[in-house]
């Protein structure tokens, strides 16, 4: 594990990453807890959906200006803000539920307060990295950060039960507003590098900067091209195809448990992985034949006649995906984008995530209704689609990391 001390001998980087570890458990049990307390308070699922879209509007909306607030400021600025509105609105909403004063238009509020905080907190949190630890460290700390994420997401929608289960609804949103509080003053807390001039424009103007060097940089448009892809193809797939794909094959939830489980345990290997044995130069390589195995394994998944086949599939294609994708792209746009864009350009890279999510969802959904297994076919065509046609870019083939 020696190779693990090159990001961790950096101060600022051990109190930002520990903050956000705890930031991210706390995230995945949210989702459960404020599920089931919208569904508690309203009984209605379908208000369940109105709030979620609430939040979802004004992230994508404000998404590239968040990106340009971040260049403009600082990203460690922008999360500690980001932390403690979140971090505020849950506290707001547990104290609300504990006086019994709680109404269903209080979720609303929340979902848009939410919304625009995540807006902001998004392209923030992707460029931090480069602020905390040199740029030879930053496949490793990429690989650090994604650790954390799938152990936050194997443990915390478990968690996020237990605390219901054990403490109420109340208890676990002040357990989850804390976790907020708590990233916010690591941020604070963490030391900080020397301050960067930065010119005072219009903001319009900067993010027109940073939509023109996406637009310009061939780089940035193949990884908006895998990140389109992937969204077409991911979303739908584990939204509704594998929860389709397990009542299929057994007819039992604990179906659907095993799967996402493989997948969250092969993740969670991949970025183990990464972070030991860091990553090839060869990035272009990398990602495209990434792109062509995860393909490949999608059309295969929906046509497997066993659950456990399809699990073994599923975790060693996360170990993989977690290589290339959740550690080996955040890495590469780290290091090839200009720091004072890189605020402007996650947030653009974000944008596909959050517009074509809904579509693949709908598309998976009539599909599944249809037939499973060319529901999972139809998901590998847009990876398929890309893989194929990057491996003829002789361009795309020759990327590299630095």
């Not at 183990?272 to 195995?293: D, E, F, N, Q, Y």
Request: aromatic letters at 8%; glycine letters at 10%; charged letters at 10%.
């Amino acid at each position: 594990m020696r190779e693990l001390r090159g990001p961790l001998r950096s101060r600022s980087f051990r109190f930002v990453w520990a903050g956000e570890s705890i930031s991210m458990f706390g995230d995945y049990s949210y989702d459960v807890v404020f599920a089931w307390l919208v569904l508690s308070v309203s009984d209605s699922p379908a208000a369940l959906a109105a709030v979620l879209v609430t939040t979802a509007v004004p992230r994508g909306a404000l998404l590239l200006v968040g990106g340009a607030v971040t260049d403009r400021l600082s990203p460690r600025a922008v999360m500690l803000v980001s932390h403690l509105v979140r971090g505020g609105c849950v506290l707001a909403l547990a104290l609300l539920n504990a006086t019994g004063t709680i109404q269903v238009w209080h979720f609303f509020v929340l979902g848009v307060l939410v919304g625009v905080a995540e807006a902001f907190f998004w392209p923030a949190s992707a460029s931090i990295l480069p602020s905390l630890v040199p740029e030879d460290q930053l496949p490793r700390a990429n690989a650090l950060v994604g650790t954390s994420e799938q152990v936050g997401r194997l443990a915390g929608p478990v968690t996020g039960g237990l605390l219901v289960a054990l403490n109420g609804t109340t208890g676990a949103m002040l357990f989850n507003s804390a976790t907020f509080l708590i990233a916010a003053a690591t941020l604070a807390a963490a030391p900080k590098g020397a301050p960067q001039e930065k010119p005072a424009t219009a903001l319009w103007r900067e993010i027109g900067v940073g939509l023109s060097y996406a637009r310009n940089s061939v780089e940035m448009r193949i990884v908006l091209l895998l990140i389109t892809a992937a969204t077409l193809a991911y979303a739908g797939l584990f939204g509704v195809g594998l929860p389709a794909l397990a009542k299929g094959l057994t007819e039992s939830p604990i179906a659907l448990g095993v799967l996402v489980s493989a997948w969250g345990a092969g993740q969670l290997a991949g970025t183990v992985s990464a972070a030991i044995t860091g990553l090839p130069r060869r990035w272009g390589l990398l990602i495209i034949g990434m792109t062509l195995c995860e393909g490949v394994a999608f059309a295969a998944v929906g046509f497997l006649p066993s659950l456990w086949g399809a699990a073994v599939v599923l975790a060693v294609l996360g170990v993989g995906v977690a290589y290339s994708s959740d550690v080996a792209l955040p890495a590469f746009v780290q290091t090839s984008t200009p720091r004072e864009l890189l605020g402007r350009v996650n947030s653009i890279i974000d944008l596909p995530r959050v517009t074509l999510e809904p579509v693949s969802v709908a598309l998976m959904g009539l599909l599944v209704a249809v037939d499973v297994g060319w529901g999972f076919a139809m998901a590998a065509v847009p990876m398929l689609a890309v893989g194929v046609g990057l491996a003829f870019s002789k361009t795309a083939r020759e990327l590299r990391s630095s």
